[in-house]
């Protein structure tokens, strides 16, 4: 005798499949190995926070996805915290489990994406260029360059090779500062901010760790500064910006007393406390989800905002201390970074 399915024994088997394939798409999203992480640098804490919480499972911040497998150490030999450093974290890496290598290129060709932390701005543009042109997702750590011309001239030649950068604080995914920046107080009519503010005489005087204040006065505020002007004294800094539609946002570096991170936030709908550290997990969690999908969280019209800021500052400082046009710094950097690019590209 000859059987036919009924309707509804074949939507049952329909439902069936369809259950099943779904599990074996999920087991085969679990399965899926974790994006090998090359790094450059070896002068930063962030080089061992960041590969703790990549790599160790048992980290109660632990992220998957990414895990980091080579490290190609390089340092500064004219900044002394550079110098200091690289040893000893190159000993304790290893130890993490971190191969570590002194051929950048073959590192590039064996890795998904890189973290490139190298404490000195200033060798990033040269350090990059082999990233871009393997076009592997690259997230810089702060400073993004020694100079706003190099910071142009980064994102110039990742848009040529078609490759995804971002630069960030981890200031900026503070959970305070990103609820404001989300609107929870509404449209944002000013910011004042904090942090400290060391100085390192080889880099503009808030890029080396003024940034981080700075990063979080731009996540609340976002880009559009019009005018700079600073105040300078031996243990304090106070930058003073304006925004379009006459908003104001400050920056306090601090050299002297307990420093710390914040700042107060205000908006259409009242005031608020900002600029909190929350950790590094944070910023991790943004790097990996930058480099699982090339999406990068930050503009880079956000982020040459935050460095021409902060340059501007210096510009301010030089012409003893009177308010600078932060487009004229712009235009003059973008020149700058156009003969850069143009040498690169076309030698």
């Not at 000893?88 to 890795?111: C, F, H, N, P, S």
């Not at 944070?282 to 999406?295: T, Y």
């Amino acid at each position: 005798m000859k059987r036919t399915l009924t309707g509804r024994t074949l939507l049952c088997c329909m439902a069936l499949l369809i259950a099943l394939v779904g599990i074996a798409a999920s087991v085969d999203a679990d399965e899926k190995p974790a994006l090998r992480i090359g790094m450059i640098g070896l002068d930063t804490s962030h080089c061992l926070a960041f590969t703790k919480i990549l790599n160790n499972a048992d980290d109660p911040k632990y992220i998957p996805g990414c895990k980091v497998v080579m490290v190609y150490p390089k340092g500064s030999p004219d900044i002394e915290s550079s110098v200091s450093r690289v040893p000893k974290y190159t000993e304790d890496i290893r130890k993490m489990g971190v191969e570590v290598v002194d051929d950048l290129d073959a590192m590039i060709q064996q890795v998904d994406a890189v973290l490139l932390e190298t404490n000195d701005g200033r060798p990033h543009l040269q350090q990059i260029l082999p990233v871009l042109k393997a076009g592997k997702p690259c997230f810089i750590d702060k400073p993004i360059a020694g100079s706003l011309a190099d910071c142009i001239a980064i994102f110039k030649l990742a848009e040529h090779y078609r490759t995804p950068v971002f630069s960030s604080s981890s200031l900026r995914f503070g959970t305070s500062t990103l609820a404001v920046r989300n609107g929870s107080i509404g449209d944002v009519t000013g910011c004042d901010t904090y942090s400290p503010c060391s100085l390192e005489a080889t880099h503009p005087d808030l890029f080396w760790y003024g940034i981080h204040g700075v990063e979080s006065l731009f996540t609340v505020m976002g880009p559009g500064v019009e005018t700079v002007v600073r105040t300078q004294t031996k243990d304090f800094e106070q930058v003073t910006g304006v925004w379009s539609e006459g908003r104001i946002g400050t920056f306090r570096g601090l050299r002297a007393g307990k420093a710390g991170y914040g700042g107060t936030a205000f908006g259409a709908k009242g005031a608020t406390a900002v600029g909190a550290y929350d950790g590094y997990a944070p910023l991790v969690v943004e790097i990996v989800k930058f480099f699982n999908s090339g999406v990068a969280p930050v503009s880079s019209a956000e982020t040459i905002d935050i460095y021409a800021f902060m340059e501007a500052a210096d510009e301010s400082k030089r012409q003893g201390f009177l308010k600078v046009n932060v487009a004229d710094v712009i235009e003059r950097a973008q020149l700058e970074a156009a003969a850069k690019v143009s040498a690169i590209i076309n030698p």
